[in-house]
């Protein structure tokens, strides 16, 4: 007679990759929107109920947004929603990207090409785009996700790897849209991309040291009230 372990492991042989990203797709959009309280624990066994899967694509699932430091593991206690961001928390890594961003946006000017400036230019675009998808949440959370991939192109072309593997372990974007859903903040950013890809364009290391300084003092600055 089949074990039920058995059983399981013949489903995860033939289970196609995109039942774990449509899993993790589902509660990264939880997650981001709140629908997920920080904090909260995420029982692999009712979400594997909900979604109608079983209980393996939802384990890698938790396991990619771990890496992406949405969910805590624990021994003996399983996941967790990441928790919120502190005040003191989110002052000190703003502080710390005051330090190494406008520097590693000034290098990326000397390393710019004609393809990695398309290649921002597609990110942007894609950020502002709103036909798809439809649901607010999953447009929020698509966002967040594309400018944490705008920034982190930045740093790849600042040819600074210390400085881009140092922010991208903080996964500073995915928790900055996580403290507050407002529509506000993205449009506001959208604008402040357009500038620093005007820095770009002109080849002006001073001007994209000063505008990637200016979006993060303005991000800083839209969000600091959720604290309040």
């Known amino acids: 007679m089949t074990s039920s372990a058995q059983r399981e492991g013949r489903r995860a042989s033939v289970r196609p990759s995109s039942v774990v990203d449509g899993v993790h797709d ?47 593991k624990e021994h003996l206690i399983g996941y967790s929603a990441a928790p919120q961001w502190t005040r003191k928390q989110f002052e000190d890594l703003y502080a710390f990207r005051l330090l190494l961003e406008p520097e590693a946006a000034r290098l990326a000017v000397h390393n710019m090409t004609p393809e990695a400036l398309a290649l921002l230019e597609g990110t942007a675009a894609d950020m502002g785009h709103d036909g798809a998808p439809e649901d607010r949440n999953a447009r929020y959370s698509r966002f967040a996700r594309a400018d944490a991939q705008f920034h982190d192109d930045i740093m790849r072309l600042s040819g ?25 903040v993205t449009q506001e950013a959208l604008e402040e991309h357009e500038e620093l890809l005007a820095a770009f364009r002109a080849q002006d290391p001073d001007a994209a040291s000063r505008a990637m300084r200016e979006h993060i003092e303005r991000s800083r600055d839209r969000i600091l009230w959720a604290f309040e």
């Open 26 to 72: 589902v509660i990264y959009h939880r997650l981001m929107a709140l629908e997920i309280a920080p904090g909260a624990r995420i029982p692999i066994d009712a979400l594997a109920r909900e979604l109608d899967v079983s209980q393996t694509p939802v384990r890698e699932a938790l396991s990619r947004l771990e890496r992406e430091g949405l969910v805590r």
């Open 160 to 184: 600074n790897e210390v400085i881009r593997s140092t922010l991208f372990s903080q996964h500073v974007h995915l928790h900055i849209f996580r403290l507050m859903f407002h529509t506000r």
